[in-house]
T-cell receptor, first 110, second 113 residues
């Protein structure tokens, strides 16, 4: 069965410092990977997906099939980046359900 | 569009009582998902529907939990009888046909005393 692991429950960095939120997955096929974000008092929302290879709010994530990782990175963290971040995996094919990691609470300190 | 709508936003009940959570997906979405969020276990998929039909309910913790989707614009998640360990935030999400991106509701915070 597929599994998503986010090893850090809590992560604190100072404003302007680089940040990396780790995500590892286990799945034998070709998954689609996503990062979702939940800001305080807001809904969970899609941040980015690996197939788009885009940068959203300065965040990027590269799928590394060899290491089965999809780490989220930003070179200079901002206070407004403080939020809960979830890595999620969707299986290829017709199934559309997501398997979420346990989440990482990022706090960017002033 | 108001997005996915959930009600109530907060529910406090006593152990043994029946709890019904409601969800209205975004119009045009044909997949609907129910999740439970806790500090210990994060986000867990409970059940999902495709075109109003339950596809995978393997995440439903026990028989006390049941979910229905009588039509494309409404779904319920029922817990009967409720227990303190059911206390969590329950999210509903929906998605377009053939798309992976899910749109989440604001959640219902359930407290069972």
């Amino acid at each position: 069965a597929q599994r998503v692991t986010q090893p850090e429950k809590l992560l604190s960095v100072f404003k302007g410092a680089p940040v990396e939120l780790k995500c590892n997955y286990s799945y034998s096929g070709s998954p689609e990977l996503f990062w979702y974000v939940q800001y305080s008092r807001q809904r969970l929302q899609l941040l980015l997906r690996h197939i788009s290879r885009e940068s959203i709010k300065g965040f990027t994530a590269d799928l590394n099939k060899g290491e089965t990782s999809f780490h989220l990175k930003k070179p200079f963290a901002q206070e407004e980046d403080s939020a809960m971040y979830y890595c999620a995996l969707s299986l290829s094919g017709s199934a559309r359900q997501l398997t979420f990691g346990s989440g990482t609470q990022l706090t960017v300190l002033p | 569009d108001a997005g996915v709508i959930q009600s109530p936003r907060h529910e406090v009940t006593e152990m043994g009582q029946e709890v019904t959570l409601r969800c209205k997906p975004i119009s045009g979405h044909n997949s609907l998902f129910w999740y439970r969020q806790t500090m210990m276990r994060g986000l867990e998929l409970l059940i999902y529907f495709n075109n109003n039909v339950p596809i995978d309910d393997s995440g439903m913790p026990e028989d006390r939990f049941s979910a229905k989707m009588p039509n494309a614009s409404f779904s319920t998640l029922k817990i009967q009888p409720s227990e303190p360990r059911d206390s969590a935030v329950y999210f509903c999400a929906s998605s377009f046909p053939g798309k992976h991106e899910q749109f989440f509701g604001p959640g219902t915070r359930l407290t069972v005393l």
